[in-house]
């Protein structure tokens, strides 16, 4: 059997698999076949930009390495293998349509202030039914829908009085009413290139070898330039109407939020994420209560995308470390570990922004510079810098924002000195 002929092909009876003794090193037919659509990253129009082929079920329509749902596509493989999930199962898109219209926005049309979403991506169906009718699977990577969201937090603040139900944004029962937004990367490997100051050559290279090899067309197919990764993506809640987060004259209250699963969803009181993202929750409502708008960017970046594992170990080692817990070492037990004190890098994050059109954010919920020079660097003007209310900082957690302000983070209040640090302690294990 010729290795060509061992995974499907793109007649309609060859959705059936045959059993496989091959296995082909690359996922692309040679170059110069027919069928692949040109991808023109940042062109202003769908049809001439092309839509993101990462179907891995007609070989020759790809234009993409790697394939959907970032790190759900290996659970995807897993079906297949069990026999769960019949290999080329094409997605019916009746009636997933976006709630909301974003854009497009003239960003869109700016190949390097958009790299790693697909502006087009929550569009497909519509923009691109014409080749979709023609057989091409062409596949959504943003979906964007309606929801309530209920948190004690919000409950609480309604308790106080800080809050107070509009029927709008907050209803009575305390649920808030937002559109929430699904995206997955669709990395320009040039772009991000650019972003990070290497060359692609380099990234390419990089990315096969640290992954283990796992996507060789990296390194031998330098004519196709977007890169689905393996990675988690990001969601948004927005408060308010989303077409006013385009308005720079409609006050836009944000916070960028990368996950901490350990806090956020578990309450867990070493870091202030949850607070801070609750706190940052309230803000978003207040503001679109007074007529401007709320934005939630959360990004799927666990420990600072060092990932679970690696936080776990940072915690006890900060713990059972000579003098215990205390702010002056934070930095330093997780680079003991890690390498790197964070691996987060927010040179692509302003791109969600851009996606949605925000020219400036008038109040951002968030301390860190990292964020906050990334979204200014790409143009979006910040107004005030607004930072977690005192109170809202768990004992345990003390040590984790007073190393952080030290270290540069924004306040409005004084910046610790190094013995201040040594003598901001944290609980031991036991
Ligand atoms: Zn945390």
Redesign the pocket.
Known sequence: MAPDAVLPTDSPAAAVPAPRQHIRLTSHPGQGSAGAPTIRWGAADPIERGPVVGTTTHRSQRNVIGTHSGSYGVYRALAVAAGNLERGHRADLTDTSPTDVVGPHPQWADADRIVSIDPWGATVASVYAAQIAQGYDIRPTIAVTKAHIDLPEIRQAMAFLRLRPDGRVLLDNGSAVVTKVALEPVWWLPGVARRFNVSEGELRRTLFEETGGMYPELVTRSDIEVFLPPIGGQTLYIFGDPRDLANPEVTLTARIHDE?N??DVFGSDI?T?RPYLTHAIEECIQGAQQGGVGLIAYSRKEGRALGEVTKFLVYNARKRQVGGDSADKYFLRTECVAGVQDMRFQELMPDVLHWLGVKKIHRLVSMSNDKYDAITGSGIEVGERIKIPDALVPADARVEIEAKIAAGYFTDGSVPTESDLAGVKGRGLD
């Open positions: 901490c350990g806090s870091c994420c």
